[in-house]
């Protein structure tokens, strides 16, 4: 765990840097926050098993808190990647060993690649969002499985709805005001049909031209509609892992952001003011800094929404904490959470986590250059 000396060094740093390149003022509420912060490992990966990645955090029915993750293998894609879990009965002081998750697929064919991409708690259930495909993204299939019991024993797979059982990722879920429930997705019209080698051992057959828009349910989680067809590009043949987030503002406009890699180095954005039944065809440029990666959203009232992400349109570094107090319009408070990798030149990947009932810490886990899985609880601004 760090010590409160080292987190408020690395705020007095990062935020002096990013003040004078971004125009972030310096005032004490981020360095107050900062002291109140704590973070701890979860996982520490070496060897062949190295990996961590995709990295989600949840609170358990039964109040215990679950990291789930992307691990087995030194990398990704490869045929021996799994899911795994790892969980926490102090608030993330300690945690248990990684162990993987198991679902039967494994067993029935050792070569399916499992990928994590959600982990929604509904009530009493759990439904963990999860996509096989075989070890290059080729056949690439997407399915729910739930847990009544916390994540300790799952359901059989069952396909994901319409046409987001193939070619997908499935992302973070909102309860929406109305009381539905709404999942933002990514879909591919399709996949190369040749694999090309990317790196030693590694195969990829590349997704094309994704389509984003958000999965809907009327009766909490029963049933689901798809809707949305958000481009990107003109380019049919673009690729890009789009990841996108979404939230619903105070006037029930439900806002999406995208991840574009290759587009400006930015996130893309849009919206509906249907509530997600209807979607612009193309998203549009942010002002906000994206390398091209994952970036996650978290209501906190109103129009206040924080963002995780990586603020800066060449790298995976830092890792950065933004609130918006006008629904994306605007971000006034912005701190540096982790200045830099434990690895010279690394990346930090994928945050993604929970607020606290009280609202004062959002907690959340993310990947240190996909080898070790990190625990993070970051104390919130008072609300305005």
């Not at 399916?112 to 982990?119: C, G, Q, T, W």
Request: with cysteine; net charge positive.
């Amino acid at each position: 765990m760090k010590n409160s000396f080292c987190i408020i060094l690395s705020q007095i740093v990062l935020v002096f840097f990013f003040g004078f390149n971004t125009n972030l003022p310096v005032t004490a509420g981020p360095l107050e926050d900062a002291k109140k912060d704590r973070t701890s490992v979860i996982f520490e990966g070496r060897g062949d098993d190295r990996l961590a990645c995709d990295t989600t955090l949840r609170k358990m029915p039964d109040g215990s808190w679950v990291m789930i993750m992307l691990g087995f293998g030194y990398t990704e894609p490869l045929p021996a990647n799994r899911i795994c879990i790892s969980r926490s009965t102090d608030h993330g002081q300690s945690w248990s060993s990684i162990v993987p998750i198991d679902l039967g697929i494994k067993k029935k064919n050792p070569g399916r690649a499992l990928v994590p991409s959600e982990l929604m708690v509904n009530g009493d259930r759990c439904t963990l969002v999860v996509s096989t495909h075989n070890g290059a993204f080729g056949d690439w299939k997407t399915f729910f499985a739930h847990s009544d019991d916390s994540c300790k024993t799952w359901s059989k797979l069952i396909p994901a709805p319409g046409r987001t059982a193939n070619r997908t990722f499935i992302r973070n879920r909102i309860f929406t005001k109305d009381g539905r429930l709404m999942m933002p997705y990514q879909h591919y019209l399709k996949t190369d049909v040749k694999a090309r080698k990317i790196s030693k051992g590694r195969l990829f057959q590349t997704p094309r031209n994704p389509r984003n828009g958000v999965l809907i349910s009327n009766d909490g989680g029963k049933n689901w509609t798809v809707h949305g067809d958000i481009r990107l590009s003109k380019d049919d043949n673009y690729h890009g892992w789009a990841e996108n987030n979404i939230v619903e503002l105070s006037n029930g406009t439900i806002a999406m952001i995208i991840r574009a890699d290759g587009l400006g180095g930015v996130l893309y954005y849009a919206e509906s003011h249907d509530g997600g039944l209807t979607w612009s065809n193309y998203a549009s440029k942010t002002k906000i800094p994206n390398p091209g990666s994952k970036a996650t959203l978290y209501d906190l009232g109103g129009d206040s929404v924080a963002l995780l992400h990586n603020p800066n349109p060449k790298h995976r570094s830092p890792l950065s904490l933004w609130i918006s107090y006008d629904g994306l319009k605007t971000w006034p408070y912005r701190r540096v959470l982790v200045p830099a990798s434990i690895d010279e030149g690394g990346r930090l990947n994928y945050p993604d986590g929970f607020v606290s009932k009280d609202g004062k810490f959002l907690h959340f886990a993310f990947d240190d250059n996909r080898h070790q899985a990190v625990f993070y609880s970051a104390h919130l601004p008072a609300k305005r």
